[in-house]
């Protein structure tokens, strides 16, 4: 049987690369690695870690592929034999759970980076798929499914550079690390989806799924159904990254400006959904000429999937982490066409770190104090650009 550490179990995980290996056979076993909150490993373990994924439109499937969950904080050795076994290591543990600075290079200083260099215990991905590989002596597949521009390359690059402030001595050669797109709204789970399922660790999701993933593994893999192996991942996470993650970051922070909670709220407001259809239009204007075809119909795909009133998308869910996702979302797509619409969604996620500061709200994000900061400042719109890597673009935003 093949095994797969995966390291972050949140909803989109389980509905996501759990839901594929389930539909692979039963011949794969997942073991899951939580760097932080126990909450997910109490509850899953109090029920031989099976759950209900409740996809929308289609029933609920019982998720039986989880043999474990291992916490960082109950000890580090248990986590590294696992990985030592692994054929692949997976992960979501988001845009932040990477580290990374504004020019996507590891960032040293960051605490938990920083605290990991000098000494143990491990807490973040990158400390431990470091050390993991140190100690490995045949070849393993590390996967990204973290929803940012070549996650692999991102993540090879932090671990490289991890390693080398770390003085590890590791093979590189045994290591490969395919970038992989990914796709499914998984929303927050709410009361009324854990009563129709009867299960506490249910999970919502919607019934499309989409998984394109670079052909570069290092060994076996599962037989996955309805996943793109591919020489080129690229365009298909940009037509996804800009087109749906840029609309729904405007539609989150435009949304909450005018007292909309969930994404079929804000997209059934007239003014909104003309705006979100024309941000996708002039994302799609963007992406690579061999794929501009499809740009009108996934334009009409994505409006359809956010109409559906079933997933209850929260659209503060959205707006966490924005300083993490605007860079590749939106502000890399008005570096390749200045477009009305995507300035305003910028501006938009401006005022919202505007006003959720005035208001004593907390933001969540990596980098709440220092948007606070920019926030209160004498030029808050400057300083919260150059917070997110978009300094060079202030004349265009701000005219």
């Known amino acids: 049987m093949g095994q797969i550490v995966h390291f972050g179990l949140g909803n989109f995980a389980r509905a996501h690369l759990l839901d594929y290996t389930a539909d692979a056979g039963g011949r794969w076993q997942v073991i899951g690695v939580n760097l932080r909150s126990s909450a997910t490993r109490d509850g899953l373990a109090a029920q031989d870690y099976s759950y209900a ?9 019982q998720i039986t592929g989880l043999k474990t969950i291992f916490l960082a904080s109950e000890g580090q050795q248990p986590i590294f034999e696992a ?27 960051d605490p938990v980076i920083a605290t990991e260099l000098a000494g143990p215990p491990l807490r973040s991905l990158i400390g431990f798929i470091a ?7 045949r070849p393993v597949t590390i996967l990204s499914c973290d929803n940012r521009v070549g996650n692999g390359d991102a993540l090879r690059q932090a671990v490289q550079q991890f390693a080398q402030a ?15 797109m990914v796709d499914r709204i998984t929303p927050a789970t709410t ?8 299960d506490p660790m249910a999970v919502p999701t919607e019934a499309f799924r989409e998984w394109v993933i670079e052909d ?3 060994g076996p893999r599962p037989d996955w159904p309805d996943v793109q192996f591919v020489q080129d991942v690229r365009p298909h996470e940009l037509r996804k990254l800009r087109m749906l993650n840029g609309a729904h970051s405007f539609l989150a922070y435009a949304g909450l400006a005018q007292g909309y909670q969930y994404v079929h709220e804000a997209i059934s407001d007239p003014d909104l959904r003309r705006q979100a259809l024309s941000l996708m239009m002039e994302a799609g204007a963007t992406l690579p000429k061999d794929i501009q075809d499809q740009v009108p119909a996934y334009a009409q795909a994505l409006l359809r999937r956010f109409d559906n009133t079933e997933l209850a998308h929260r659209l503060n869910q959205i707006a966490m982490d924005g300083s993490q996702k605007l860079p590749y979302r939106i502000v890399e797509t008005l570096r390749a066409q200045a477009a009305p619409v995507l300035i305003a969604a910028v501006r938009a996620w401006m005022s919202y770190c505007i006003t959720q500061t005035a208001q004593g709200e907390p933001l969540d994000d990596p980098l709440a104090t220092d948007i606070a900061k920019a926030a209160n400042s004498a030029q808050p719109e400057r300083m919260l650009l150059k917070l997110i890597g978009a300094e060079d673009l202030t004349q265009l935003i701000l005219e």
């Not at 050390?131 to 002596?137: K, N, Q, T, Y």
């Not at 003085?167 to 490969?176: E, F, P, S, Y």
């Not at 009361?191 to 009867?198: L, P």
């Open 53 to 61: 994924l409740n996809v929308q439109g289609t029933g609920i499937k």
């Open 83 to 109: 990985m030592e076994n692994a054929d692949i290591i997976s992960a979501t543990v988001t845009e932040k759970g990477y580290h990374l600075d504004q020019n996507g290079q590891l960032d040293l200083q």
């Open 131 to 137: 050390h993991g590989l140190a100690r490995r002596h």
């Open 166 to 180: 770390a003085q590890l001595n590791i093979d590189w050669r045994l290591a490969r690390f395919p970038n992989a």
């Open 191 to 198: 009361d009324r989806i854990r009563q129709e399922c009867k």
């Open 216 to 218: 570069n593994f290092a």
